[in-house]
């Protein structure tokens, strides 16, 4: 079994870096809290070159460094970057965890654990596959050193050595480091105790005794240093003869991705918020892409000033990754609702979905592209409402007002009558001399031919009855004597609620106009409305 580890040094730098992709270059410098007695926990190369230093105060480093610029860690930022790792570890492999946190000097790194057995399928070779794995990472604003060995441990001690040669490296360039199987051994003699995380109990212990490399724990006898060291160091000596056991990596199968930031001001307009908006969508389309999935329904949660959370949520009809569509959503989700007071974090969760393909028809003309018909169709509801878009269909109700809204979705290719279906109708269609002969089938097409269109709300009427039947009407649409009538058809339902019965008597009527409508006596109202129009 081969594994790899993708590690990121310095976390909290790599997270400031990627929500602010313009600090890059800069004297920059993480700090702990806000105000000038801050402790500094993270600082970039050039800020290091000046002097600049983890653990000085704010203050202290200004002194060293006037251009220091300088930001509050975030939480919610480091929690995204630590899934976008993950991230670029699933576009490489299917099976991907996160590793456990170190504590001391490395509890700023992060890294993610993958399987690489059979990777040379894909890669030319481990190298090439740490390769494109650096490359993906970097692509999500991670730059990171990667790490393949024979157990997860062994990879990312590898990972942190890696890790240390970064800056003599060009930045689009991986620090790699390779580990034979079976070369566990002379890998890890040579290494400083520091890279294995001791606890502080156990690495003091181990300087008393003068042990600063592996190879001085291997030289001695195991269940001496079991009774002076603890467990721990035959962990570690189990581990350089390639004898540890793990259990192997799970098959991630969340979707669910999340994209968080803590702002250092609280943003109380819209337009500032939609920038911070698009910045989280940019990251979060990145990740969906390495990925191979698009976004669907947007989760916006914002915590605001007062204590309060307020969440919007914004429907997508198609997964798409445009991210203008995306942010003009957000934009009639944010603008629908005041917000009760000025925004401190902003947190941004979707579920990837696969993305739409269009399989053309060679007998009908090509229509719109599911991510075009699914962006027009967002657009849409976000404008109208998610209720007012769709395609109508007929519920299983008896009353004539009954209507009901599903979503829309285009006609699959095999739907539409292939080449041979169009010419057995054709055979079958009667030829023009045929229909000539016979003038009654014609006129009952032409009958049928006719269309209803349904006024909604009814238009009111007014009518005079001669011997039971409406003889004469006025209305908006419709005006003039009864010249021909047909009906009435009775239509009821809903006799046990007092709120949903309804009873009509629907009437065919053409009017002295010209006019051919539908006319119906609510009984349960006591008036009369014309239902619908014959066109």
């Known amino acids: 079994m081969r594994t790899a580890c993708l590690l990121v040094a310095d976390l909290p730098l790599v997270a400031a870096l990627r929500a602010e992709p313009d600090l ?48 509050v860690a975030s939480p919610a930022a480091q929690s995204a970057a630590r899934q976008a790792l993950v991230d670029a570890a699933l576009s490489c492999s299917p099976r991907a965890a996160l590793a456990a946190p170190a504590s ?3 509890a700023r790194e992060a890294a993610v654990d993958l399987d690489a057995s059979g990777i040379t399928a894909r890669f030319s ?58 070369a566990e051994r002379a890998f890890l003699a040579p290494l400083p105790l520091d890279l294995f995380d001791p606890e502080d109990p156990l690495s003091e212990a181990c300087t008393r005794f003068g042990l600063h490399t592996l190879g001085d724990l291997l030289a001695l006898p195991p269940r001496a240093l ?22 192997p990596l799970p098959r991630l199968r969340e979707r669910r991705l999340v994209e968080a930031i803590d702002l250092d001001h609280p943003i109380e307009r819209l337009q500032p918020l939609l920038f911070v908006l698009q910045g989280l969508l940019t990251r979060l389309l990145a990740r969906l892409e390495a990925r191979h999935l698009g976004c669907g329904p947007l989760d916006i949660t914002l915590d605001l000033a007062s204590g309060a959370r307020e969440v919007r949520r914004c429907g997508v009809a198609a997964p798409t990754r445009d991210v203008r ?4 959503l957000a934009h009639h989700a944010l603008e629908a609702r005041r917000l009760a ?52 269909a007929v519920p299983d109700a008896l009353h004539p007002d009954a209507l009901a809204m599903t979503p829309f979705a285009p006609p699959a290719a095999d739907a539409a009558p292939n080449a041979s279906q169009r010419m ?38 007014q009518v005079r009855i001669q011997q039971q039947r409406p003889a004469w009407l006025r209305s908006a649409v419709a005006n003039g004597r009864v010249v021909r009538l047909a009906g009435p058809w009775r239509t009821t339902g809903g006799w046990w609620s007092h709120d949903a019965r309804f009873a009509f008597d629907s009437f065919d009527v053409q009017t002295s106009d010209g006019s051919v409508v539908r006319l119906r006596l609510d009984h349960v ?10 066109d």
């Open 226 to 247: 079991a009774t002076r060291l603890g467990p721990r160091a035959l962990e570690w000596i189990a581990l350089a003869r390639g004898e540890a056991s793990e259990p």
């Open 325 to 328: 569509v995306l942010v003009r």
């Open 424 to 461: 057995r109708a054709a055979s079958a269609a009667p030829s023009r001399d045929a229909a000539a002969t016979r003038p009654s089938e014609t006129r009952s097409d032409f009958t049928a031919a006719l269309a209803l269109r349904a006024l909604r709300p009814p238009v009111s009427a």
């Open 24 to 71: 890059a270059g800069c004297a920059l410098g993480v700090t702990s809290a806000a105000g000038a007695h801050a402790t500094l926990i993270s600082v970039s190369p050039r800020a290091a070159r000046r002097g600049v230093w983890p653990g000085h105060t704010l203050a202290h480093a200004r002194t060293l460094c006037a251009a220091l610029v300088a930001r």
């Open 104 to 106: 001391g000097a490395l």
């Open 125 to 182: 070779s481990e190298a090439g596959f740490a390769a494109a794995l650096g490359a993906r990472a970097r692509r999500l604003g991670l730059p990171a050193a990667v790490a393949i060995a024979s157990s997860r441990r062994v990879a990312r001690i590898a990972a942190r050595l890696a890790a240390t040669a970064r800056a003599a490296q060009p930045a689009d360039e991986t620090p790699t480091q390779l580990v034979p199987p079976g």
């Open 341 to 392: 007071a000025p925004v401190q974090a902003v947190h941004l969760a979707s579920e990837g979905h696969p993305l739409r393909r269009d399989q053309l028809d060679l007998f009908r003309p090509a229509g719109p592209s599911p991510a075009a018909l699914g962006q027009t169709l967002a657009a849409l509801a976000s404008l109208c409402g998610a209720e007012r878009v769709g395609a109508p």
């Open 525 to 534: 109202q006591r008036v009369w409305q014309i239902d619908a129009i014959y």
